[in-house]
């Protein structure tokens, strides 16, 4: 075993999943986080079944079927809230999973950070990388408050706009709208929500997950030629007009929409960064490498897969020039299906295709995705 020591810089799903699995093979592990708080902003994500088994490998499925929702299906419903097909949301029996589930981002973060903390990871918050040269085998780092050290891997797990991608890559692309922007409401949830739901038909493509046995959140996919940045204060009464050509459950929710549903609004941004996403000991990972939009709700599975295939590859940090290469093996085509199919999705929800032509492709990617990594 020879021990390294790996900087991981972003302290959000992917870069606290990389942590978690690096220090399990006894790496010397250090992870940094520009937020001093290091919190986490947001209503409720989904996960799908890939996403539960990822998390199960991490040890953290057990909490998280404590304190979320799993289930399996997707319930597609008219705009009116009448029941149409049930989408399958495909595992394979060994993998012993739900089909899918929904989670509070800051319930999902209290979860990973205290197996973080748990696996002996110093944590250093208020801090991002300033600049980083790179050796033969080292990577020399300085951060933001001045000081320096020396890895042996550094990893950038933080996110779309990623610093470290910006520095590793200057000439990468940059992230792009795609004409769409998420609204996200928390609500409670009553007894007919009893899985995922979407609502298909309408101008927007709406839908209502389940966070836990309370608590579920709606979303809403606006179509909008140009990004719009609205005041908090106004974000009840736009969402509320949005859903004015619905009718059922999402009507009667637009009607109750208030300060107190914690409305988050933000437009949708991805971009394709082709391979590889390394440079020398320089990695990035989830949000960082391969952005994507939620249409398929990989994203945050997609970046805790990453942190379990690099621990694997990786191993006990042998030969990290070949590990590096069989991780970009493993999960190009897997990410690049999730980016480009998510865009394509999102394109004819934009285009007001029929549902069947919008659904085909969320179920054909499920399928895939069930596949092992």
């Known amino acids: 075993m020879q021990q390294k020591k790996i900087l991981i810089v972003g302290g959000g799903v992917g870069g606290m999943s990389a942590a978690i699995s690096l220090a399990r093979f006894g790496h010397h592990v250090e992870l940094i986080d520009l937020d001093p708080e290091w919190r986490v902003y947001g209503a409720g994500i989904?996960?799908?079944?890939?996403?539960?088994?990822?998390?199960?490998?991490?040890?953290?499925?057990p909490d998280i079927e404590a304190q979320a929702y799993t289930g399996a299906g997707i319930q597609v419903c008219s705009t009116d809230g009448a029941r149409l097909a049930v989408l399958p949301t495909p595992v394979r029996p060994e993998d012993g999973i739900p089909g899918c589930g929904g989670i509070m981002r800051p319930v999902l973060h209290k979860i990973l950070s205290a197996r973080v903390l748990a696996a002996g990871v110093n944590v250093r918050l208020g801090l991002s990388v300033e600049k980083f040269n790179q050796g033969h085998d080292q990577v020399d780092v300085e951060l933001t408050d001045g000081t320096r050290s020396s890895y042996d891997l550094v990893i950038g797990a933080d996110g779309l706009f990623s610093r470290i991608r910006s520095l590793l890559f200057p000439d990468a692309p940059t992230p792009e709208y795609t004409g769409q922007s998420a609204w996200r409401a928390q609500l409670p949830r009553?007894?007919?929500?009893?899985?995922?739901?979407f609502f298909l038909g309408g101008p927007y493509k709406v839908g209502l997950t389940p966070v836990s046995k309370e608590r579920m959140y709606m979303f809403l996919l606006e179509n909008a030629k140009e990004k719009r940045r609205l005041p908090e204060e106004s974000l009840p009464e736009e969402l509320e007009r949005l859903t004015r050509s619905y009718g059922g459950i999402i009507r009667e929710i637009g009607k109750s929409?208030?300060?107190?549903?914690?409305?988050?609004?933000?437009?949708?941004?991805?971009?394709?960064?082709?391979?590889?996403?390394?440079k020398g000991r320089?990695?990035?990972?989830?949000?960082?490498?391969h952005p994507t939009t939620p249409q398929l709700a990989s994203g945050a599975g997609l970046a805790a897969e990453d942190a379990l295939v690099l621990a694997e590859e990786f191993g006990d940090g042998q030969d990290i020039?070949?590990?590096?290469?069989?991780?970009?093996s493993r999960r190009y085509e897997r990410c690049l299906l999730?980016?480009?199919?998510?865009?394509?999705?999102?394109?004819?929800?934009?285009?007001?295709?029929?549902?069947?032509?919008?659904?085909?492709?969320v179920e054909q990617s499920l399928k895939v995705l069930a596949e092992p990594i």
Do not use: C
Request: proline letters at 8%; aromatic letters at 6%.
């Open 257 to 278: 929409l208030s300060a107190e549903n914690t409305i988050v609004h933000r437009p949708l941004e991805a971009f394709l960064l082709p391979g590889p996403w390394f």
């Open 338 to 361: 999730v980016v480009q199919n998510s865009l394509e999705i999102g394109r004819r929800e934009q285009a007001g295709r029929p549902i069947a032509e919008q659904t085909v492709l």
């Open 46 to 61: 989904t996960i799908t079944g890939p996403t539960l088994r990822a998390f199960k490998a991490l040890g953290v499925l």
């Open 190 to 197: 009553p007894p007919e929500i009893d899985r995922r739901h």
């Open 321 to 328: 020039d070949r590990a590096l290469m069989r991780y970009m």
């Open 282 to 289: 320089v990695l990035l990972i989830g949000d960082a490498a």
